[in-house]
Structure formats: C-alpha cells, structure tokens
C-alpha cells in the first residue's frame, strides 16, 4: 500500500489494518451466508445433529474423526480448527447422525475476534444436543469446563442435552484424578480418541439421546413403497429388516415427521 504525502508509518499501519478488518469481516459474512445455505440442503432430509465443543486442544478433532472414520485436521495449536466441519456418523442401530466440530474455546478472547469466535459456533446453538470434550491432564480442566459452559450460556446452549467427554485417557498417569472425575460427573464418559477406549459406550449414550426424540415401531411396509423403506434408512434407524411375501417387516426407530405416512403400517407390539 502506497503511503500518502504526510502519512507518518504509524498512520499507514493503521489504515492497513483497518482495511484487512474490513477485508476478514466481509470474508466472514460471505462464510455465515454460506453455512446458512449448507444447512438449509441439510434439513431438506432432516437428520439429527450434535455438536462438539470443549476448550481448545482437548481433542475435539481428533474425537470426530475416531467417530465417523474421517481424517480432518487435528493440531495441538491454538484455533486449528475455524471453520466447522461435518461429517455423518453411523450409530450403532444404523441411525444416522451429522457431527460438527467447533473452534476451541479460550478464557479472556480478545474483542475482535467475538463475532468471529461466535460465528464458527452456530452449529452448536442449532444441534439437537453437545457433546463437551475436556482433555483429563489439564491442570485447569475445572477452569476450562467453566469457560466452554460460559460460553454456551452466552449463546443460548447452556440447556441443550449436553454429554460430558474427558478424553485422552490413554495418557493419564493418575488413576485418582479419573475417580475424582467421575464422582463429581457422575454421568460423564472417559474416552480416548487415540486408542479407541470408551468409544462405544459413547456412541450408545449418543444413539439413546436421538432414540429419546424417536418413536420405536414394528412396520409391515408394503412392496410397492419401497420409498417409504429407502426413507427409512436415510432418516430413521433401522434395527431390523426382513424381506416377507407379503411386504418388508421392519423394526427401527422411526423419526416423528414420518409417523403419519406410517401410520397404515405399523403393527401392534406384539406381532412380529
């Protein structure tokens, strides 16, 4: 950038950072409107979404990609993860299921990067619950827990159904702070994204929570709607499939949208 006759240095630093601000936030804007857009196709075959939030470098990266199989960045820095990436995660039952990894939460963020800070969580307010990643070898894991629930609060997200996650268990060294752990989050899972260790248990806590929001059925669906069984497997989960002369038995968990275009095919609990 040419400096003006009379500009002193420190002037022309100023007008370049203001032009580079005004640069990320137009940036930022076009960022927002793009997710907006992505969500919008997202919801056009509704699928249940959860969100991974937790301080920065707790392993919420590296959680997502031992959940769905993925390779996505995972980086013991600061904010390696900005924009949030999703991917689709297989339940247990086959119930499909979006997971979004979020940026890393910090204490005293500095002013200008608020909006952008908030911008990249919107995943969270919108999900239909958090999974809350803390690393279990922090020696502020206490401190740390407080600023992502702060930060929830200031969003809004605070009375989600939130699934506490410590992780990084494979590196713990002190088996008392585990127990201390678990008597004061009585609920949580201790995982390590690592070795694998608790991640089924975890997938069965989250595969309950989407369930609670589902309707369990046995369905006799007719051969000629096939649709309604290819429906099935898109947006529901199916726990059990039989090809009959007379239709496709079916036992699942049956998304409320669907319920009235089942209707006609449900059979009482005790057929089969």
């Given at each position: 950038m040419q400096r003006d006759a009379g500009e002193t240095q420190l002037e022309l630093d100023q007008r370049m950072v203001r032009?580079?601000?005004?640069?990320?936030?137009?940036?930022l804007e076009n960022?927002?409107?793009?997710?907006?857009?992505?969500?919008?196709?997202?919801?056009?075959?509704?699928?249940p979404t959860c969100a991974i939030v937790g301080y920065t470098n707790a392993g919420?990266?590296?959680?997502?990609?031992?959940?769905?199989?993925?390779?996505?960045?995972?980086?013991?820095?600061?904010?390696?993860?900005?924009?949030?990436?999703?991917?689709?995660?297989?339940?247990p039952s086959g119930q499909p299921l979006v997971i979004t990894d979020t940026v890393g939460f910090v204490r005293n963020l500095p002013h200008r990067?608020?909006?952008?800070?908030?911008?990249?969580?919107?995943?969270?307010?919108?999900s239909n619950f958090l999974v809350h990643v803390l690393d279990i070898n922090s020696?502020?894991?206490?401190?740390?827990?407080?600023?992502?629930?702060?930060?929830?609060?200031?969003?809004?997200?605070?009375?989600?159904?939130?699934?506490?996650?410590?992780?990084?268990?494979?590196?713990?060294?002190?088996?008392?702070?585990?127990?201390?752990?678990?008597?004061?989050?009585?609920?949580?899972?201790?995982?390590?994204?690592?070795?694998?260790?608790?991640?089924?248990?975890l997938l069965e806590r989250m595969e309950a929570i989407v369930e609670s929001d589902f309707s369990q059925l046995r369905l006799l669906i007719p051969h000629d709607r096939y649709d309604l069984v290819a429906r099935l497997h898109r947006e529901g989960g199916v726990r059990k499939e039989e090809a009959r002369d007379d239709g496709t038995y079916i036992v699942g968990s049956i998304p409320e949208r669907m319920l009235t275009s089942l209707e006609p095919y449900q059979l009482a609990s005790d057929e089969s």
């Open positions: 032009t580079q601000i005004t640069r990320v936030k137009r940036e960022v927002i409107q793009h997710r907006h857009v992505q969500r919008k196709k997202r919801m056009t075959v509704p699928v919420k990266s590296s959680l997502l990609n031992k959940l769905t199989n993925s390779d996505i960045l995972a980086e013991d820095k600061l904010f390696a993860t900005l924009d949030p990436t999703s991917r689709r995660c297989p339940l990067l608020v909006d952008a800070f908030k911008a990249t969580l919107e995943e969270a307010v919108v020696p502020e894991i206490e401190a740390h827990a407080e600023t992502t629930l702060s930060v929830l609060r200031g969003l809004g997200a605070d009375e989600k159904n939130i699934i506490t996650v410590f992780n990084k268990v494979d590196d713990l060294w002190d088996e008392d702070t585990r127990l201390s752990l678990s008597f004061r989050y009585p609920d949580a899972y201790f995982v390590s994204a690592h070795s694998g260790e608790g991640i089924s248990a």
